[in-house]
Every structure is written in structure tokens, then in C-alpha cells.
């Protein structure tokens, strides 16, 4: 499962509905590539797809992919608006190295 925090929440249906995507939900996804490795992928999504997992936490429905979820297991979705910068964080357990900007990731 992947959980959603306050301030995630908070900022996806902000900026849902800047966009105009009022009724999406969150896909979150692991490509290749970055630093470590391994990047996360997040968008606003309409259509879910064959194998894809479907969460719900916090009011927010959250959708994985069969594969990238086998590397998101336990994590969570959090914002942070600190100093370090502004964005989403994941907050993943499985991680066992990451990158500086935490954007990529290794197990």
C-alpha cells in the first residue's frame, strides 16, 4: 500500500484542480534512470490500466503499476515546502540508498 499524508493530499487536489483534473487520482510510478538508479514517476491520471494496483488513504485514490509497486511497497506520500526545496517526497522503506535530492532511489 502507499499511504498519503495531510499535506500531500493537500497539495494533489490543489493542484488538481489548477489543472483542470478535478476526478483524477495520483499514479505513481519507478523508471529508470536518476542517480540512483531508480526514479519516481508522479502524475494526475484518469484511466487505470490492467495490473495496476488501486489504493485509497486519506480520501486520496492512489494508482500503481504492477511493477513499479513491487518498489513502492510501505512508502508514503508526503509534501514538504522546507527549505530544501518544494515537491513531493517519498518516504519509501525499501530504499536502501538514495540520491541527494531524493528523486532517485536503489534497493
Not at 493530499?9 to 534512470?33: C, P, S
Not at 514517476?41 to 513499479?68: A, I, P, R, W, Y
Amino acid at each position: 500500500m502507499v499511504t498519503v499524508t495531510e499535506a500531500a493530499k493537500k497539495q494533489a487536489v490543489r493542484l488538481m484542480e489548477d489543472e483542470g483534473k478535478e476526478g483524477f487520482f495520483i499514479r505513481v510510478g519507478v523508471d529508470g534512470g536518476g542517480c540512483s538508479g531508480l526514479m519516481y514517476q508522479l502524475t494526475f491520471d484518469n484511466t487505470e490500466k490492467e495490473g495496476d494496483k488501486v489504493f485509497e488513504d486519506n480520501g486520496v485514490k492512489v494508482v500503481v503499476d504492477k511493477k513499479s509497486y513491487l518498489y513502492l511497497i510501505g512508502t508514503t506520500l508526503d509534501f514538504s515546502g522546507g527549505l530544501n526545496g518544494k515537491g513531493f517526497v517519498f518516504n519509501n522503506p525499501n530504499a536502501g540508498r538514495t540520491c541527494g535530492c531524493g528523486e532517485s532511489f536503489s534497493l
